[in-house]
């Protein structure tokens, strides 16, 4: 009979992707302390799907954005456990051969040329793995914390080409770290959506920086963060680049690049990082686009069909 | 408005007509009249009516892994749900939706949540079991290691030796945290 089962028993049937689903609600702290529940749930533990990985859930690391640029010895013996702690994870979760929902790491300040390898390698598996949510936020130890922050292209590391055949992408969110690809063409159809923050660099490498993005991607979402003078600056540039794209450029190539192919491009919203912060009206926005307040911009972008270039172009 | 329009003829078609009710049968046999537009909120059910072509009105659907005590919580919570989507067709008043899920749930111990959210599963109506497994959650967050293996009923396997060493592993994970 059905009611002789306890409730406990059927609870402890409990299917793992339920478990999973209430995982999702929990701090990642909450998560992780549940891995010592019990044999099964740390194996429920170890397959979640989303991992998160953010230095500021360690005491002790918890200081982003704020001086001084270099951990005292504590806190590097801290942050180094904290990386094999990510290392081990991650290991573990991509033997199981399950897709990643979501990777999410965000780490600093680093020594980025030395840090390069393991970043390279965690990207690499959770590309390996399917991953559909990428989130990368590096602080490199020379990034300057006060306005405008600047840090020069040639600092910041380099998101490695593995990244290029994550088919099954859809979210990709960095901050503080380079996109560049070397060889092959666009791949990553299934990008949606694209948040770039803490992008400084000089005006001279914008065009460098806008076709590099578009080489890869045709994402539906773009979202730059509005945070002191040099983003303003581009962001008005990025705005009117999209807006009036000169296409007299590949006219006799065979193979176009996206000022071709990119349709219309609309403000979507502006996210004002302090809710106080009156609505910008988007109507606007084009007109305010220096005295935004700090925020996230988002643009939406229509493409058109890949085999039907749109014929004329705005100049 | 068409607002206006919308609610108008939805409120005379349900009251010229006799309301159609579906039976469904829980798993200690008692058997649920339900009103149809409440019934179709569990995906299970919908589908079964949409995939048989052999089922009439005096079908009576048998649902054997729920129970009579799970039933009356998940139909509470629909027919209430229904019942905002009637009044307010197009926006649900949110205030409203907030403060009956907060007074619902608060009637409801750990173990009938969870028998709620096998049901919920079971009966795929995803909206309900988002919101159950959201509360599940606050339940457990800020609790110790103790409670939540009570509320999940898991007998630890570990030894001693095991447990210290996976602490120490996640030291991160257990720092600043308040048990109670």
């Known amino acids: ?315 | 408005m068409s607002s206006s329009i919308a609610s108008s003829s939805s409120s005379s078609s349900s009251s010229s007509k006799k309301e159609k009710k579906i039976s469904l049968k829980t798993s200690d046999g008692e058997v649920f009249e339900v009103e149809e537009p409440v019934a179709m909120q569990l995906e299970i059910v919908r589908s079964f009516f949409a995939d048989n072509e052999d089922v009439t009105e005096q079908t009576v659907m048998p649902l054997p892994n729920v129970s009579t005590a799970a039933m009356h919580g998940i139909l509470e919570y629909c027919r209430a749900h229904e019942e905002f989507r009637r009044r307010m067709p197009e926006a649900a008043p949110e205030e409203e939706v907030r403060a009956f899920e907060a007074g619902y749930v608060d009637r409801k111990s750990n173990e009938e949540l969870k028998e709620m959210i096998l049901a919920a599963n079971y009966l795929n109506i995803s909206k309900l079991l988002d919101f159950l497994t959201g509360v599940a959650a606050k339940r457990i967050e800020n609790k110790s290691v103790e409670y939540v293996r009570a509320f999940f009923g898991v007998e630890n396997d570990f030894t001693p030796e095991e447990e210290a060493n996976l602490r120490r592993e996640y030291e991160w994970a257990f720092e600043g945290v308040d048990e109670d």
Not at chain 1, 23 to 51: C, D, E, H
Not at chain 1, 292 to 315: A, H, I, Q
């Open chain 1, 1 to 315: 009979m059905g009611d002789t089962i306890h409730p406990r028993d059927r609870i402890s049937k409990l299917p793992d992707f339920i478990v999973h689903h209430i995982m999702s609600y929990l701090s990642v702290k909450k998560v992780a302390q549940t891995g010592i529940l019990s044999k099964r749930w740390n194996y429920l533990w170890t397959s979640f799907p989303i991992l998160d990985f953010d230095q500021t859930y360690v005491r002790g690391l918890d200081m982003t954005c704020t001086l001084p640029l270099e951990f005292t010895g504590w806190q590097k013996e801290r942050f180094n456990k904290f990386l094999v702690f990510v290392d081990a994870s991650l290991l573990r979760f991509c033997k199981l051969k399950f897709s990643v929902q979501k990777f999410r790491l965000s780490i600093g300040p680093l020594d980025v040329k030395g840090s390069s390898f393991l970043l390279d390698k965690w990207i690499g598996l959770v590309v390996d793995n399917e991953v559909k949510e990428l989130d990368i936020h590096l602080i490199s130890e020379k990034t300057l914390f006060y306005f405008p922050r600047t840090i020069e292209l040639d600092d910041m590391y380099t998101l490695p080409q593995k990244l290029f055949s994550a088919k099954s992408m859809t979210t990709l969110d960095v901050c503080g770290c380079k996109l560049e690809q070397s060889s092959g063409s666009a791949g990553l159809h299934f990008l949606k959506n694209v948040k770039l923050d803490n992008l400084t660099m000089r005006p001279a490498n914008y065009t460098a920086f806008l076709d590099g993005l578009f080489y890869i991607c045709y994402p539906r979402y773009l979202s730059i963060e509005a945070y002191g003078g040099n983003f303003k600056l581009f962001i008005k540039w990025l705005y009117r680049k999209l807006r009036n794209r000169d296409a007299k450029c590949c006219n006799s190539h065979a193979i176009m690049c996206w000022r071709h192919y990119l349709k219309d491009v609309e403000i979507e919203c502006f996210e004002p990082f302090c809710s106080e912060e009156e609505l910008v009206d988007i109507d606007n926005v084009n007109k305010e686009l220096s005295d935004l307040p700090l925020g996230n911009l988002y643009f939406r972008l229509d493409w058109c069909c890949f085999s039907e270039p749109v014929d004329e172009v705005k100049d």
